[in-house]
């Protein structure tokens, strides 16, 4: 088949914030065979970029050149003692993959239910929350090499996976494509409720022997609380990475702010909560023209109705001095920028 090149179409529809950005060429992934193709071509020698479901992008302006879409499907798995060893497709939706293994009785993922994206992306950030990462699963993945045409295989440490950080985001940035991941999980559930908003929703639904189904609906609830559902109100989640200090400097701030939210980390450092620094600078709740910062999460920019990426990569900057002027701390985005 010949390959489908799609000519100056709306991103709209393919990133969570909703952003009206064009690019030049789209391409969508179904199989790996349409990335050989894409290579022989040459048009990994021409500005592309590789889009999941969008969900951690901000278009500032038009794209010129391809976006590659990764849509591919499939799940298969392998029991090997206590152990099943699950195999997903790039394009599959994550929170549809973590309740496919729910209903398989695989466990490990139930505590990042409801995550927007794709499986393909779940390694290039170590997506994580409620009280795991993505690192803790990883068994191995396939990617495909832009520059040389081969398929390569990743294993867990050639990853580099830290805190919303692997090698796919730093030294190989751009240069990967992931067409499928493998995850090691358990047969026989370890319920992890170490995130305090857990042991409380449990309590008050009453439910003293969880299953990783309950686990999932509870994180799922907790989390549409919190955070906007980019299907109403455009969004990335969490715009900035919660930033990690070292413990002198976070001595200091403690002087100032004894109630300040903090996790320990290795090494002598410290990890804040961004979103309670930018609450404390007022921007909670706040408009910015059609950009603005959600209600009830301060760690979350919003597209109010028609904002352009550039007005929400404004107001980004202007939270950033806005840190940097009261706590000396200089937030980095989380959000890929384009
Ligand atoms: P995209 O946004 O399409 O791409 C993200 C990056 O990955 C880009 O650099 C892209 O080039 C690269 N990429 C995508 N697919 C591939 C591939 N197959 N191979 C190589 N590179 C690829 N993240 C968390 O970690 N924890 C959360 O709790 C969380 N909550 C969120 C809540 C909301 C409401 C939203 C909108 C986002 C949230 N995110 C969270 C961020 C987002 O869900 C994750 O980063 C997710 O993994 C992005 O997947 P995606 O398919 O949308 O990737
Ligand atoms: N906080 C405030 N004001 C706010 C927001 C948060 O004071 O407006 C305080 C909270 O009271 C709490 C602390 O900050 O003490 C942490 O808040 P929360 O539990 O909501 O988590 P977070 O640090 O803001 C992180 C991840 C989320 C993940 C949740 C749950 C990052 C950058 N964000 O948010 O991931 O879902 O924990 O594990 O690490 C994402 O990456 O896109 C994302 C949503």
Redesign the pocket.
């Known amino acids: 088949m010949e390959l489908n090149i799609q000519s100056n179409i709306s991103l709209k529809p393919f990133?969570?914030f909703g952003i009206d950005a064009e690019t030049n060429f789209l391409i969508e992934v179904n199989e790996n065979e349409t990335l050989t193709k894409i290579f022989k071509k040459g048009i990994f020698k021409e500005n592309f970029?590789?889009?999941?479901?969008?969900?951690?992008?901000l278009f500032t302006k038009a794209f010129e050149g391809y976006i590659i879409r990764?849509n591919s499907k499939g799940i298969q798995s392998r029991i090997e003692g206590d152990h099943v060893y699950v195999t997903a497709q790039?394009g599959e939706i994550?929170n549809d993959f973590v309740w496919y293994c729910i209903h398989h009785s695989y466990a490990g993922i139930e505590n990042?239910a409801?995550?927007?994206?794709?499986v393909?992306?779940?390694p290039?950030?170590?997506?994580?929350?409620y009280g795991t990462e993505l690192m803790y699963v990883f068994h191995t993945c396939e990617?495909f090499d832009t520059q040389t045409g081969e398929f390569t295989t990743f294993k867990k440490d050639d990853c580099k996976f830290s805190y919303?950080d692997s090698i796919?985001?730093s030294k190989f940035?751009?240069r990967?494509?992931?067409?499928e991941v493998t995850y090691k999980l358990n047969l026989s559930p370890a319920i992890n409720t170490s995130y305090g908003a857990i042991e409380s929703e449990l309590v008050k639904e009453k439910i003293v022997n969880p299953s990783i189904a309950d686990i999932a609906t509870i994180v799922s609830k907790i989390?549409v609380e919190k955070?906007?559902?980019?299907s109403t109100v455009g969004?990335?989640?969490?715009f900035f990475k919660n930033p990690i200090i070292s413990l002198h400097i976070f001595k200091k701030l403690l002087e100032h702010y004894p109630s300040i939210p903090h996790y320990p980390m290795p090494n002598d450092e410290t990890k804040l909560a961004a979103g309670w620094l930018i609450e404390q600078c007022g921007w909670k709740g706040k408009e910015y023209g059609q950009a603005g910062v959600w209600k009830n999460q301060a760690l979350?920019l919003i597209n109010r109705q028609n904002a352009t990426g550039q007005e929400i990569y404004n107001l980004s900057e202007q939270i950033i001095t806005d840190v940097v002027n009261k706590f000396g701390i200089r937030l980095e985005r989380?959000v890929?920028l384009l």
């Not at 970029?49 to 992008?57: E, H, K, P, T, W």
């Not at 409801?114 to 794709?118: A, D, E, K, V």
């Not at 955070?227 to 980019?230: G, T």
């Open positions: 990133n969570t970029f590789v889009l999941g479901a969008g969900s951690n992008v990764m790039a994550w990042m409801l995550i927007p994206g794709t393909g992306a779940s290039v950030q170590n997506i994580g929350a990617a919303r796919f985001k940035k751009g990967f494509i992931i067409t989390r955070l906007p559902d980019p969004n990335a989640g969490s979350v989380e890929n």
